[in-house]
């Protein structure tokens, strides 16, 4: 019974559950900037192709609408076809 009611027992317990919170708390916060780095990383990464898209797109069409082209000619113009 007067174990139940001597405060200094457990203490021991109670400060080492007190440290591994915070430690717990600031592994926590490691690893939410960790998480906001890799966010802005990949947005980064998205942006840039993105943009790299965007800049060779015309370039893209064109050659496409050329060998479209071709195509078209070369279905419509064949020597080796006798009619």
């Not at 440290?19 to 998205?46: A, G």
């Amino acid at each position: 019974m007067q174990d139940a009611l001597d405060p200094t027992i457990g203490q021991t317990e109670i400060v080492a559950m007190k440290k591994e919170i915070h430690r717990m708390e600031l592994r926590y916060e490691q690893l939410r900037k960790k998480q906001e780095e890799m966010i802005k990383d990949m947005e980064r990464s998205v942006f840039k192709r993105e943009t790299i898209q965007l800049k060779y797109l015309p370039k893209v069409e064109k050659k496409n609408a050329t060998d479209k082209c071709k195509l078209q000619f070369s279905n419509s113009f064949n020597p080796f076809i006798l009619i």
